[in-house]
């Protein structure tokens, strides 16, 4: 199971990520999370990042790219997973659709195709998001970083839905629903056939 969740902020990506990663019991893997503790831990990166998650933009694709190349090599990544919050923009997921072409073994293999690759996108009207973000009440989740994520989110993220859907990798849910609801959904979608 090779999953990626999409979604503006406050789809409820990270809690349904979340709770299907622990029923398949396979890792969930944030980048928000992942950058969040290196600023707690104020590593190197933890310091470069900051000011990019506070302002709401993007931190740099490079030290993105470091990061999940990092984390894919780990023992637990090696069987399947679910990706909460990567990739956010095209260079990020053209860099790992050919990470996880060569990790899989999927030797020759360019495409994409070959890969048991799934891109769950939750979609949600922005008027839900804005209060469902705002009631969270996280360090980045003031009004105005609100709506800085979520233009982003347009620009740079929505993109990718193309993407994935040209792929035939889409998976598209509607998150606007009850969170248990969207969970069995998801659930139905994606076991089965992987
Ligand atoms: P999230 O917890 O997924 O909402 O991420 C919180 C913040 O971390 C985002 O607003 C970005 O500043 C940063 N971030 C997380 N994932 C990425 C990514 N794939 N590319 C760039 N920035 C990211």
């Not at 980048?31 to 503790?37: E, F, M, W």
């Amino acid at each position: 199971m090779q999953l990626i969740f999409m979604g503006p902020p406050g789809a409820g990506k990270g809690t349904q990520a979340q709770l299907l990663a622990a029923l398949w019991k396979i890792p969930h893997i944030s980048t928000g999370d992942i950058l969040r503790a290196c600023v707690v831990a104020k590593t190197p990166l933890g310091l470069k990042a900051q000011a990019y998650m506070d302002a709401g933009d993007l931190v740099p694709d490079q030290l993105l790219m470091d990061i999940v190349q990092e984390r894919m090599n780990q023992p637990d990544a090696t069987s399947g997973w679910i990706l909460d919050g990567f990739p956010r923009t095209v260079p990020q997921a053209a860099f790992f659709d050919k990470l996880i072409c060569d990790v899989s073994g999927g030797a020759g293999s360019t495409s994409g195709k070959d890969c048991d690759l799934r891109a769950v996108n939750l979609d949600v009207p922005d008027d839900i998001l804005v209060s469902r973000l705002l009631s969270r009440g996280r360090q980045d989740d003031n009004e105005e970083t609100i709506r800085r994520r979520l233009q982003v989110y347009r620009e740079q993220t929505e993109p990718l839905i193309e993407f994935y859907r040209n792929r035939e990798q889409l998976v598209a849910v509607d998150g606007n629903r009850a969170m248990e609801l969207v969970t069995a959904e998801l659930q139905q979608a994606l076991s089965g056939d992987s």
